[in-house]
């Protein structure tokens, strides 16, 4: 199963919104409501920000949203700032085998 | 806290046996599984393999089954990936990360990683 697909990049300015969209087939994003998104600062370990498509964990704020619509997810990020300045993975419960299959990332770059 | 402490980064060459760990500690290992999550320099991150921390249950990516093997010492709360011949393409940064004990769970909390360097 292929990875899930991603833009490469996305930019924005301070206090602009962002979305970056993550694409899959019916068999993982368009059959399953499991989609997370994580973010990765450079040097440092994956952090949860996003999971079931829309849901917060504890302490994220909620400038970060998700959604999906058939086979793509979304994850916004509204009122961007510096520290949001990270890569971005999607990823999709795909089965029992094959329990997470992970996007090809992006890179936002805060302008 | 939560901690998912992990052992430090290796060296070594093509064909050695290799095994990283990963312990866990301030929250109820009942109630979660332990995956291991790679990133190959530069790369995007991809599943390795899924652990239950209290039965014998495990789950292998198909992309590297036959490759590297996923176990436990339940009475330290420890996870394990193991490889026994390895390749220069196994040098990657090895993540362990916990997740619920409910299917389709995310990865909630992640260890700082384990950097695997193979090289003649």
């Known amino acids: 199963q292929s990875a899930l697909t991603q833009p490469r990049s996305v930019s924005g300015s301070p206090g602009q919104s962002v979305t970056i969209s993550c694409t899959g087939t019916s068999s993982d994003v368009g059959r399953y409501n499991s989609v997370s998104w994580y973010q990765q600062h450079p040097g440092k370990a994956p952090k949860l920000i996003i999971y079931?498509?829309?849901k917060w964990p504890s302490g994220v704020p909620d400038r970060f949203s998700g959604s999906k619509s058939g086979n793509t997810a979304s994850l916004t990020i509204s009122g961007l700032q510096a520290e949001d300045e990270a890569d971005y993975y999607c990823c999709s419960y795909a089965g029992t085998y094959i329990p997470y299959l992970f996007g090809t990332g992006t890179n936002v770059a805060v302008l | 806290e939560v901690q998912l402490e992990q052992s430090g980064a290796e060296v070594k060459k093509p064909g050695e046996s290799l095994k990283i760990s990963c312990t866990n500690s301030?929250?109820?290992?009942?109630?979660?599984?332990l995956g291991w999550v790679r990133q190959m320099p530069g790369k995007g991150l991809e599943w390795v393999a899924l652990i239950s921390l209290v039965g014998s249950d495990t789950r292998v990516s198909p992309s590297f089954e036959g490759r590297v093997t996923i176990s436990a010492d339940h009475s330290i709360s420890t996870a394990y990936l193991q490889w026994s011949s390895l390749r220069v393409s196994d040098t990657a940064m090895y993540y362990c990360a916990r997740r619920p004990a409910i299917t389709a769970s995310p990865f909630d909390s992640w260890g700082h990683g384990t950097l695997v360097t193979v090289s003649s």
């Open positions: 079931d498509v829309d």
């Open positions: 301030g929250y109820s290992v009942n109630n979660y599984w």
